[in-house]
């Protein structure tokens, strides 16, 4: 199945590489949609087709739903010890070491991501996280408990099932891997449906899958739109389960969807409006490169996003003028580019919707102090927005943009600084910067999101729990708390002696 050869075009000295899977995979296989439509992915570099991709809808999910219930139900994945899973999903992980560069150009064709990012985060992200939960695979035990002096009890944790995978397009070698290893782990067997705008890589990892031992009907691809393919996982009767990640808009329809068809459980982790909190204390210079980076990563396009930065009063007008300063030497353009710092937006809708919301954030009133315009001759670039003057109620410090836009505001006490940051319908993360510790306490005992990071921004690990907290969702993923959404916990009670009343 794999195309040999490349067609050798270079960027930057980065080898782009053919794209190779275009077709759904189901069961094992590559194939066409059902429909035989097909649709075009785009580089957000120029705004040019990239590749025309199978386009899945209902009877493809029947389909792939289909196979995940036989390899389920019947299959060999579920029944092999967690140490033989365990072996495969290395070798899966060892595979994609191997093709690594290859994925990584392929994140920065499809998403905009920077090449150097896309692999050294993105992958290796990717990778570690599957290694991780094939280290947890053999080590899932339930407990024993002695009831009474007749009766004991014991806990076994099975895997949910057949598991629907709806990802976005920000992360896309992330979400595949943070969702499909903790699945795999358990047991259980998915239909994974990647975002539209970025299926290319979840169709390699599928292939690259399979290579590596994972039976046919374990992992299924659909590529395909959100209110067709999308929407027929989340109201499928025979998925158990559907873990989300996208827009609080979705993330409600997926549950109702759940809740209207066969009362699937849902797992969403639905984006944030991330407070990042800098106390007077703070080095300035530290703190202005922890803000830049908290925002303006992978071009602002990240669910954990510092969008709100809150600096005291005392070193708020120094702040803002370095932040200035510094703002002048962040390079935006090609993300093949080692030099850049900020690719192009994922695509056009995204690129307007970021650019209305800045003349929306201009015309409430909020100072525009860098950026904030489009910029090239093509693709979807805009300069990174830095906004001061910022309210609380503006559009622009409530609404998750999704892009590289800042707001910084200015507060005077720590009670005051709490319940501002607090001050969102959000919950997914926050960022303190201070060095006393009385502080840091009280901020991460009081600020209601689900990850707090304390002089430092967006560090992550796959041993990290991860997921919000308000209308940021339900459900973690990373850590053993993902392995354990996977697992149904079943309880077993028997006597101990042969008790003749029983
Ligand atoms: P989205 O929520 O529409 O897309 C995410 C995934 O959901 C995609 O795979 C999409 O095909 C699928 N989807 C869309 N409609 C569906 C439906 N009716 N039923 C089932 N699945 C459906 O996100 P979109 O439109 O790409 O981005 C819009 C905004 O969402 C962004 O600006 C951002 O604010 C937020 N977002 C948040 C993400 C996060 O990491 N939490 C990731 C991507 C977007
Ligand atoms: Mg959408």
Same mark, same amino acid.
Do not use: A, S
């Given at each position: 199945m794999e195309k040999e050869g490349n067609n050798g075009a270079a960027e930057n000295g980065i080898k782009i590489p053919e794209i190779k899977f275009t077709q759904l995979f189901i069961n094992g296989s590559f194939v066409d949609s059902v429909s035989g439509r097909c649709y075009e992915t785009r580089d957000p570099r120029t705004g040019e087709v990239l590749a025309s991709v199978a386009e899945g809808d209902k009877a493809d999910v029947d389909l792939a739903v289909a196979a995940a219930r036989q390899a389920f139900d019947h299959g060999k994945w579920p029944r092999m010890s967690g140490y033989e899973r365990a072996e495969i999903m290395i070798r899966f992980a060892d595979l994609i070491e191997q093709h690594r560069d290859e994925l990584a150009a392929l994140e920065c064709l499809d998403a905009g991501k920077l090449f150097s990012m896309a692999n050294i985060i993105d992958l290796e992200t990717s990778i570690r996280t599957i290694r991780y939960y094939a280290g947890a695979a053999d080590k899932i035990h339930g407990e024993t408990l002695k009831m009474s002096r007749e009766l004991q009890g014991y806990t076994l944790k099975e895997p949910i099932g057949v598991v629907g995978h709806i990802i976005p397009w920000n992360f896309p070698s992330i979400m595949f891997a943070i969702k499909v290893a903790p699945a795999l782990a358990a047991g259980c067997t998915t239909v994974v449906k990647p975002a539209e705008l970025t299926p290319l890589t979840a169709l390699y990892y599928a292939y690259l899958a399979h290579k590596a031992g994972i039976p046919e009907g374990v992992i299924n691809v659909v590529t395909g739109f959100g209110p067709t393919a999308g929407a027929a996982i989340a109201s499928?009767? /025979?998925? /158990?389960m559907v873990s989300f990640t996208g827009s609080t808009a979705v993330g409600r329809f997926v549950m109702e969807a759940a809740a209207k068809s066969n009362l699937k459980p849902v797992s969403l982790e639905l984006g944030g409006k991330s407070p990042l909190v800098i106390f007077d204390d703070a080095d300035i210079d530290k703190a202005v490169d922890i803000a830049r980076d908290a925002t303006f990563f992978n071009n602002g396009e990240a669910c954990i996003a510092a969008s709100r930065i809150f600096v005291q009063e005392g070193i708020y007008d120094q702040f803002v003028q370095r932040l200035a300063e510094r703002m002048k030497s962040w390079v935006v353009g090609d993300p093949f580019d080692p030099r850049v710092q900020q690719g192009p937006q994922v695509d056009k809708v995204q690129y307007e919707k970021i650019l209305q919301y800045i003349e929306h954030g201009k015309r409430e009133g909020a100072t525009l102090l860098t950026g904030g315009k489009p910029c090239g001759k093509r693709g979807y670039y805009i300069e990174p927005a830095v906004f001061t003057d910022v309210k609380d109620d503006m559009l622009i410090a409530q609404d998750e943009i999704f892009g590289p836009v800042m707001s910084v505001m200015k507060f005077k006490t720590t009670e005051e600084a709490i319940e501002r940051a607090n001050n969102t319908r959000y919950g997914l993360a926050a960022g303190v910067i201070t060095k006393d510790i009385d502080t840091v306490n009280r901020l991460t005992r009081s600020i209601r999101a689900g990850l707090i990071w304390v002089n430092c921004y967006f560090e992550m690990d796959a041993d990290l729990s991860f997921g919000g907290f308000k209308i940021s969702g339900f459900g973690k993923d990373s850590g053993l708390d993902a392995l354990n959404k996977y697992m149904h916990v079943k309880s077993v009670v028997m006597p101990i002696y042969n008790t003749p009343w029983l």
């Open positions: 499928h009767m /025979d998925i /158990d």
